[in-house]
């Protein structure tokens, strides 16, 4: 069965454990209609990586027992310990990457699109990431790790990753040199100026020490969560595909073929007008997206939404017993499924009425 059923009802009841302490604190780090977005980009990604994930690791076993340079001993403590620190190192450069240059970015983009950080926000990942996301652990199948361990010092880096989500742990001290924490990580989440492009970590904290991109929580501006041009829907589908879209206007829009490549392989911020543009940001002009929703849309959101949980953990249950062609009919039913509940829940878009943010303080 897949690793990641076992960490789902986990994954659940730190995030009802996280808006308990919240509320006890007289905080507010959640909004539903937020959080349910979040949680379905989440199934949606699954989905999506149960088709195409297997890309990744078809072409690490190939290369890997083709031009694998060492046999490595899968019993000393060694082998899984190099291979952590190297995955990790592989990690900065596939994160860094994902800010830096705009097609990596339009699959990287939809984890930033929360204008919330809690727990739930950790869900929201990448349907797309699994088309580039290979290439850069080369190395360590150049090496001659075995699949096995490939596979599982990526499940600890992605499940560490989550508890760095949350509000609620301030600064850890000497943790912060060393490791990523939630302080540092909120850090990355924030669309203030000095949290652009900074804090790639997976794990370790060192590498953005090493090489410059490297930023402290400050006490005195804290980060706005979201991104620059913000997402504006609750539909986990146009989450994961609005950039690539705006990309292809973007091409379209000129003739120039030296902008058409800009637009691809530039920063997201690039424009001809301004090679290096990146605006000025004004966190008191920042309003958070919201949408009115009646109590029965939100009742059936919230359903649709444990629904397509459970739906994916019975998913993993008969994974393996399942035809190749129902797998496949599975998850494209269930991300359309998953699509739907967001369609939904934006029927009222019309009406929008922005609310004031609050950066989790009490309201």
């Known amino acids: 069965m897949n690793p990641i059923a ?7 009841t730190l995030i009802l454990l996280e808006l308990w302490v919240a509320r006890s ?6 909004r539903l209609k937020d959080s349910l977005t979040s949680i379905n980009v989440g199934i949606m990604s699954e989905f999506s990586k149960a088709i195409g994930g297997v890309i990744s690791l078809v072409m690490f076993t190939l290369i890997s027992d083709r031009f694998g340079a060492f046999v490595w001993d899968v019993s000393h403590p060694m082998t ?14 596939v994160h860094r990457t994902g800010h830096e240059i705009n097609l990596f970015w339009a699959s990287h983009v939809v984890h930033h699109s929360s204008e919330e950080f809690n727990l739930s926000t950790a869900l929201r990942q990448s349907s797309t990431g699994f088309l580039f996301r290979w290439i850069f652990y080369i190395p360590l199948a150049l090496l001659g790790y075995p699949v096995k361990v490939f596979v599982v010092v990526g499940l600890i880096d992605f499940l560490y990753q989550y508890w760095v989500h949350t509000q609620l742990i301030g600064k850890l001290g ?6 990523v ?7 990355h989440h924030g669309q203030n100026s000095y949290c652009i492009d900074k804090n790639y970590g997976g794990i370790f904290s060192i590498w953005d020490r090493m090489f410059g991109t490297y930023a402290d929580e400050r006490e005195d501006e804290k980060p706005v969560y979201g991104i620059r041009k913000p997402l504006q829907s609750w539909n986990p589908l146009w989450a994961n595909l609005h950039h690539f879209v705006q990309i292809w206007h973007q091409v379209k829009s000129t003739k120039n073929w030296r902008h058409r490549l800009m637009y691809i392989f530039s920063k ?7 090679e290096d543009a990146n605006e000025v940001f004004e966190a008191n002009r920042f309003r958070r997206f919201d949408t ?8 059936i959101a919230f359903v649709g939404t444990m629904l397509g949980s ?3 953990m019975g998913y993993f249950y008969l994974q393996s017993r399942l035809p190749q062609p129902i797998r496949i009919a599975y998850c494209v039913v269930m991300v359309l499924f998953i699509a739907g509940i967001g369609w939904r829940m934006m029927q009222a878009r019309q009406s929008l009425k922005p609310v004031a943010q609050s950066y989790g303080h009490a309201e």
Do not use: Q
Request: with cysteine.
């Open 181 to 187: 924490t939630p302080s540092n990580h909120r850090v």
């Open 174 to 179: 000497w943790l912060e040199y060393v490791v």
């Open 292 to 299: 009115p929703a009646t109590s029965g849309l939100m009742v």
């Open 25 to 30: 604190r007289g905080l507010t780090v959640y």
């Open 310 to 312: 459970l739906l994916l």
């Open 268 to 274: 997201p911020s690039w424009t001809p007008e301004k």
């Open 6 to 12: 076992f960490a789902v009802p986990v994954f659940f």
């Open 80 to 93: 899984w310990i190099s291979a952590l620190l190297l995955y990790d190192f592989c990690y900065y450069w």
